[in-house]
């Protein structure tokens, strides 16, 4: 069961007892959302949704972010107006450990082919 938001503005994230393979690996299924991982990967703190240049729309974006922050991959938090995006890699990696990195390291990969 996903924790109940606190007010309007705190959005809700599974605890780590609720991350399930399954939701984090289809999560990462998409191109789209495999690329927001690798840009919050590559950063050492959080990013703001309008840091992200995705060739898709405002809702479309929206929806990514969301299936990410539902399956436990990424937390989202509003600092003032903006929506704040961290990776969840300590939580990840206590609960899959060399996940995330082997996965990152063969996105890596597949971009230098040309698979973006």
Do not use: W
């Not at 959005?11 to 991350?19: Q, R, V």
């Not at 991959?73 to 939580?91: H, S």
């Amino acid at each position: 069961m996903t924790s109940p938001a606190i007010s309007g503005r705190d959005l809700p994230h599974p605890g780590c007892d609720e991350i399930r393979l399954e939701g984090v690996l289809h999560a990462l299924s998409d191109p789209m959302r495999l690329r927001i991982v690798r840009e919050l990967a590559a950063v050492s703190g959080e990013l703001s949704c309008s840091d992200f240049e995705l060739p898709v729309t405002k809702s479309t974006t929206t929806h990514h972010f969301r299936v990410l922050r539902e399956s436990g991959v990424i937390r989202q938090v509003y600092r003032g107006t903006a929506k704040m995006n961290g990776l969840r890699r300590e939580d990840l990696e206590g609960l899959f450990p060399g996940l995330l990195d082997a996965l990152l390291d063969a996105a890596g990969r597949q971009a230098v082919r040309g698979g973006r």
